[in-house]
DNA sequence: CTGAAAGCGCTAACAG
DNA sequence: CTGTTAGCGCTTTCAG
């Protein structure tokens, strides 16, 4: 335990740079922040040294408070324990690290006022920025922001948001609705004519209504044929695809193929065609949404849509920075306009189709 | 666009609100906080009605920087699209907005020049205290928090922390090796002879040793029978486990039994598995770490060790506020005395072994 | 019970 | 090139 040999470094503040090098505190500044004003190398160095010294670090929160600007930028998510969630925020996460920005995370876990607190947290807190991902948004939410001169922007599928709140937030979305007629037209092509759709929150959820409207995308598919899949509304986690997978294939006369609001649900499917040993793809052809990492590794590998996560993140990213604006003295957050982005999914087929 | 009807409000602080209430800013303050002192009722509410009128927040930047206290937490963990470090952080945020602390979570991704940015980062952004999940850990690193009096602790396995640094900081381990023990034994009591272990870094990444030493407690189960696995360092990614899985089972004496070091590497031996045409648990016994919640649905499920995730977390969390304090005027963040404390892991037999 | 005022650590205009 | 100083929004001591 050498824990004697620690130096108490007691709160160094610029002031005790300051007295140390000899100078004043603005010259402290000028040579943190490389301006605005120009100083000697002879009295940087001298600072340097004293902050060196002393081991002195900007305090962020003071800074904060002058330049009324955090560097931080908050994200809403439902929950990160969803790949999906997870490989976008970490996008999020690596993108703003490089431009030297911070993340504060929020999982709302689907709950409205769960997401009220936070958002009244980073209100509180004075994120420069804000990224909802794929939660609902009511229009009080947006409106509360806008009035708060905090960018904001929405990452997501079209049809998430209905379309009197759309205009109100600037948005980045994959062409989910696409993405679902492109798997109804495969697994169309496949043959298939008895399917099925787990998607969207359980019923009792009414306000969770997000991954629910892509199906459209499937249901207009399957109706140029004159067919209607069997839709079941049972949630988002791996317990509940197997849930209600089992309830569809016990059935009398099960589908044949299943398509997911998301992979977590296609995988709990799969694993509910195991227990009944059923084989995919030739007794049940099944297909996730998302592409997540899992995707490829699961028995047998998992047809899905690719939605271009990282695309989305980065692009949300560098938007929301263009927009606070860099006036030095803090000055006013530009208000972003309110336009919506359309990014490509792909069908990515694998073995269980 | 009815952005029109949108009431633009400017700043609004608690000058105004004093201003607007007729009270001075101590007052506001007073209403605000519930003290420290009492406010008769009757200005009580004039203060509220002006706080609902203006829409008036408090700024927390200001707040911390007068209290010397920002209620946030730094977590460092090494990449959270890897369900064992999603969970952790997801369970650390859900405890600690109970206790309305947020989180700012850095990803090191295994990186130690990236990690001591983050460190930087929380140490100027004056974090009340932070969580390290199964990072590597350079003393300097333990060091430099502690010249700075932020309380901190580190989440992961026995073992994982050399020991002349383990005594730096505050711990709360998993029985890591004890897990690597029950592995060895189970795999033994099914009669496997030949074994292999895909588990730690890579060789060239020389200080990321996290998830290795676990392998001692299998190595010591297979010495007691005088046996004894061949080793593979190949990483923690599915890929990682997938690849080294064909090298390994390619060979002409292939393993019949493969422990890895997470689930994630687990889940890509049988991938790799299936891909060979090989039946686990007959033709091969795979038995993973961590009991992430997609072992319970891959086709084997997997036989994994179960780390006690959420206990961790809420155990971690509850320690370093404890030890934050809550001295109203800021105060001495009272370091952590180092200990450890322990938690059990479990052995959770499924169908792959 | 209420108010005046000091000060947390920093930036940047402005004066020299 | 360097220094002085006002002020970001808040809490709390202390005096009334």
């Keep these: 335990m050498f824990k004697g040999s620690i130096v108490l470094k007691q709160r160094v503040t610029r002031n005790d740079v300051a007295k140390y090098a000899g100078v004043s505190t603005a010259v402290v500044s000028y040579v943190m922040n490389n301006g605005p004003q120009p100083v000697s190398e002879k009295t940087r160095l001298r600072v340097l040294t004293a902050v060196n010294d002393l081991g002195y670090r900007t305090n962020q929160i003071a800074r904060s408070l002058r330049m009324q600007r955090t560097r931080t930028l908050g994200v809403l998510i439902s929950n990160s324990i969803n790949p999906y969630f997870a490989e976008i925020v970490n996008a999020i996460e690596t993108y703003a ?11 709302t876990n689907n709950n409205l006022e769960r997401q009220q607190t936070y958002l009244d947290s980073f209100i509180s807190r004075k994120v420069d920025g804000m ?3 794929s939660t609902t948004l009511p229009s009080e939410a947006i409106t509360l922001i806008n009035e708060f001169h ?4 929405y990452i997501g599928s079209e049809g998430d948001i209905e379309s009197e709140v759309q205009n109100l937030i600037y948005s980045i979305l994959f062409k989910g609705i696409e993405g679902g007629y492109m798997v109804g037209r495969h697994l169309l092509e496949r043959g298939h004519k008895r399917m099925a759709c787990i998607i969207g929150a359980r019923q009792d959820y009414p306000y969770v209504s997000m991954r ?6 499937f249901s207009r598919a399957l109706s140029e044929e004159s067919l209607s899949p069997v839709v079941i509304r049972q949630g988002e986690t791996f317990f509940d695809g197997y849930q209600a997978a089992r309830a569809l294939l016990e059935k009398d006369e099960p589908p044949t193929a299943i398509f997911t609001g998301n992979d977590l649900l296609a995988i709990g499917v799969l694993s509910a065609a195991a227990d009944l040993k059923l084989k995919v793809p030739d007794q049940l ?14 028995n047998p590998r998992l047809t899905t849509i690719r939605i271009p996560k990282r695309e989305l993140a ?3 990213v560098q938007t929301l920075i263009d927009h606070i604006g860099c006036h030095p003295q803090g000055g006013e ?5 309110t336009k919506i982005h359309y990014l490509e999914t792909q069908l990515v087929v694998r073995e269980s189709t």
Excluded: H, M, Q
Excluded at 150 to 153: E, G, R, T, V, W
């Design 97 to 107: 690290f490089n431009l030297d920005y911070s993340i504060l995370v929020g999982n």
């Design 131 to 133: 990224i909802f991902v």
């Design 150 to 153: 905090i960018p904001a922007l």
């Design 212 to 217: 629910w409207l892509r199906l459209k995308g």
């Design 285 to 298: 052809a099944v297909c996730g949404f998302d592409d997540i990492e899992a995707a490829s590794y699961v």
């Design 314 to 316: 980065e692009n949300a």
């Design 333 to 337: 957050l530009t208000a972003l306009s």
